[in-house]
């Protein structure tokens, strides 16, 4: 080996060396319709995640000040597992999940970019519960954004769901022995915070509607979607939030024959088996080129 050969190479293993992070597996985790960051964590799926020897990141939030990280104390139930030279790491992002798809998807670029700046030489996983996967399939259209490696969704409205349709008529119903804002009042007393929240997820409830011609839905279907890797969780469970046909990415005409599908006997929450289902599929798409 030439001189300058062989300080090349020292070279390049000390700029390793210091580098931090030789190496990461980076998935993001996106919440749906009444959720937050923290459900990952309350249903389990985040705890199998770390028995996989993935590490929680943190949280990634949209403020009024920027993009903000919130990462987390390193704790007892962390795992240091790591994958020879290659750590695995997940981010949970913060929505705004009453506000309309379009803002909420606006939201999640400005955090998946943010994310991408820490870790400029990976691809991405994204993987969204709920309205959580039809919002990253808004951002993953515009691959000039963010490097996306593969979309899990799971029990997401690719086709949206008559229960939108319940919630804009509870929102929007005017009985004839209440007319005008008195029956507004009477849903608040009985409705107290939950009807509050309906009623800011009005826009929301448009976006997840059936689809239609017009809708954002229809629109979306429609558009060009980046050669990467797809993913459909489909939870079979018979509460009806969302129908199983709506939940697989297949049905979606510009996306047949890409997307492969899983199924599990859930309902429509997150559950621990979405994570053991979400750390398989996840090692798939990391053993891939």
């Given at each position: 080996m030439s001189v300058v050969r062989?300080?090349?190479?020292?070279?390049?293993?000390?700029?390793?060396?210091?580098?931090?992070?030789?190496?990461?597996?980076?998935?993001?985790?996106?919440?749906g319709?009444?959720?937050?960051?923290?459900?990952?964590?309350?249903?389990?799926?985040?705890?199998?995640?770390?028995?996989?020897?993935?590490?929680?990141?943190?949280?990634?939030?949209?403020?009024?000040?920027?993009?903000?990280?919130?990462?987390?104390l390193q704790s007892g139930n962390q795992s240091e597992k790591k994958s020879g030279s290659t750590t695995k790491l997940f981010y949970r992002v913060?929505?705004?999940?009453?506000?309309?798809?379009?803002?909420?998807?606006?939201?999640?670029?400005?955090?998946?970019?943010?994310?991408?700046g820490l870790h400029s030489s990976e691809k991405l996983i994204v993987a969204g519960h709920s309205a959580g996967g039809v919002i990253a399939r808004l951002v993953a259209i515009r691959p000039e954004y963010v490097h996306i490696k593969s979309l899990i969704t799971i029990a997401s409205p690719h086709l949206g769901t008559p229960r939108a349709f319940d919630g804009l008529?509870?929102?929007?119903?005017?009985?004839?022995?209440?007319?005008?804002?008195?029956?507004?009042?009477?849903?608040?007393?009985?409705?107290?915070?939950?009807?509050?929240?309906?009623?800011?997820?009005?826009?929301?409830?448009?976006?997840?509607?059936?689809?239609?011609?017009?809708?954002?839905?229809?629109?979306?279907?429609?558009?060009?979607?980046?050669?990467?890797?797809?993913?459909?969780?489909?939870?079979t469970g018979h509460d009806d939030m969302v129908p199983a046909q709506s939940q697989d990415m297949n049905q979606v005409p510009i996306l047949r024959g890409r997307v492969k599908v899983y199924s599990t006997p859930a309902i429509h929450g997150l559950h621990p088996a979405d994570g053991k289902l979400l750390t398989d599929i996840v090692e798939q798409v990391t053993r891939s080129k």
């Open positions: 062989c300080r090349l190479v020292i070279l390049l293993f000390v700029l390793n060396l210091f580098s931090g992070v030789v190496r990461a597996d980076v998935l993001v985790l996106v919440h319709w009444a959720a937050n960051a923290d459900t990952w964590l309350q249903s389990g799926v985040a705890s199998e995640l770390i028995k996989q020897g993935w590490q929680d990141a943190g949280v990634v939030a949209t403020t009024p000040v920027g993009v903000r990280h919130y990462p987390l913060q929505l705004p999940a009453a506000a309309p798809l379009l803002l909420q998807a606006s939201h999640l670029t400005s955090e998946l970019v943010f994310i991408q008529n509870v929102v929007d119903s005017k009985p004839f022995f209440c007319p005008g804002p008195g029956i507004d009042f009477l849903k608040t007393v009985f409705g107290g915070g939950q009807y509050q929240y309906l009623k800011d997820s009005r826009g929301a409830m448009i976006d997840m509607a059936p689809v239609g011609k017009g809708t954002l839905l229809d629109w979306l279907n429609q558009q060009p979607h980046p050669d990467i890797q797809y993913h459909s969780i489909i939870h």
